[in-house]
């Protein structure tokens, strides 16, 4: 294939213009506003995400540092933490469920490039987050994968495909190790 078999137009994907307004306006607020500062602004950067349109629960930490590509694609339940440097690359939705801790350095991330295509067109999964889950320091969720409930994988953890609820997992590729304990109710 040579360079006029490739239709660069075709390399571009077709967001609206009212689309790049808006994240080129969240981007300006985000990076002035709500990403710098220290843990007790949680609550300022709170707002701001629900301003731009994620729903958030109650009682939930977004620490300094963290980046959220699109707001509007992020659901994150009750009594959550989002730790400092945390990177959400959320073209697709990124839902968070309820009492779940995404510590220091994690990236969660939903884009990816189509490499059969000459062109590399942009595509994106939606990536789930169980409940009372933990993902730990520096792990890399790809585009799709769903954490169950109860869920814990090792720091510096890759995760390419589905973990089941209430395991621990480490690793890259990231493995089942063992089972995790239900608490008791």
């Known amino acids: 294939m040579n360079e006029q078999d490739v239709n660069l137009k075709d390399s571009k994907h077709a967001w609206s213009l009212g689309h ?9 607020v985000w ?5 710098p ?5 949680s609550p300022w950067r709170v707002f701001l995400l629900r301003l731009f349109g994620a729903t958030i629960g109650r009682d939930v930490l977004v620490c300094g540092g963290v980046k959220v590509l699109m707001p ?3 659901e994150i339940a009750d009594c959550v933490a989002v730790s400092e440097q945390v990177d959400i690359y959320n073209f697709g939705k990124v839902t968070i469920g309820h009492n779940t801790c995404l510590s220091r350095g994690v990236w969660v991330c939903t884009g990816s490039h ?15 987050i169980g409940h009372s889950a933990w993902i730990a ?4 969720l790809a585009p799709g994968v ?3 409930d109860g869920a814990v994988v090792a720091a510096r953890s890759v995760v390419t495909r589905p973990l089941e609820g209430w395991h621990v997992y480490g690793g890259n590729p990231c493995v089942q190790i063992k089972p995790r304990r ?4």
Do not use: Q, V
């Open 20 to 28: 790049k307004l808006m994240r080129g306006l969240w981007r300006l």
């Open 31 to 35: 990076s002035l506003l709500g990403r």
């Open 37 to 41: 500062g220290p843990r007790f602004l």
């Open 72 to 74: 509007w694609n992020l």
């Open 114 to 128: 189509d490499y059969n295509e000459p062109t590399f067109p942009l595509t994106w999964k939606d990536i789930s």
């Open 137 to 140: 320091a520096e792990c890399f």
């Open 146 to 148: 769903r954490i169950g």
């Open 182 to 185: 239900r608490p008791a109710r």
